[in-house]
């Protein structure tokens, strides 16, 4: 059964850092795309950031380039988001989410397997 764990989720205030993790267990998605996605209340689950196996290819939301860092760890069948100047616009439920494909998707529809998500607070 494959399983991805969020972690590191919490509150903060504005300009703070967070770091989410995503372990995969259930099998290896060291070839295959992993993302993160988020959901704030009243709102649909809107893309975040997204990473190639091998790394190599990564995209970003407007809305966070340049303070969303996404990393992976093959070895240890994780992703990670290092998130930095946090804005109260980012809290949210923050969702990890892995393809069983090799191409990179920004679209929550190509992504078969999810986490459970990791709440993200961020006052003003």
């Known amino acids: 059964q494959v399983q991805l764990v969020e972690s590191g989720g919490g509150s903060v205030q504005a300009g703070g850092s967070l770091r989410l993790s995503c372990e995969a267990s259930g099998r290896t998605f060291s070839r295959n795309a992993m993302g993160w996605f988020r959901q704030a209340p009243g709102k649909e689950r809107e893309f975040v950031s997204a990473?190639?196996?091998?790394?190599?290819?990564?995209y970003y939301a407007d809305s966070v380039k340049g303070r969303f860092t996404i990393s992976r760890d093959n070895a240890k069948n994780t992703v990670y988001l290092q998130m930095n100047s946090l804005k109260p616009e980012d809290t949210a439920v923050y969702y990890c989410?892995?393809?069983?494909?090799?191409?990179?998707?920004?679209?929550?529809?190509?992504?078969?397997?999810w986490g459970q998500g990791t709440q993200v607070t961020v006052s003003s």
């Open positions: 990473i190639s196996w091998s790394g190599g290819s990564i």
């Open positions: 989410a892995a393809s069983v494909s090799i191409a990179v998707f920004t679209t929550s529809n190509r992504y078969n397997y």
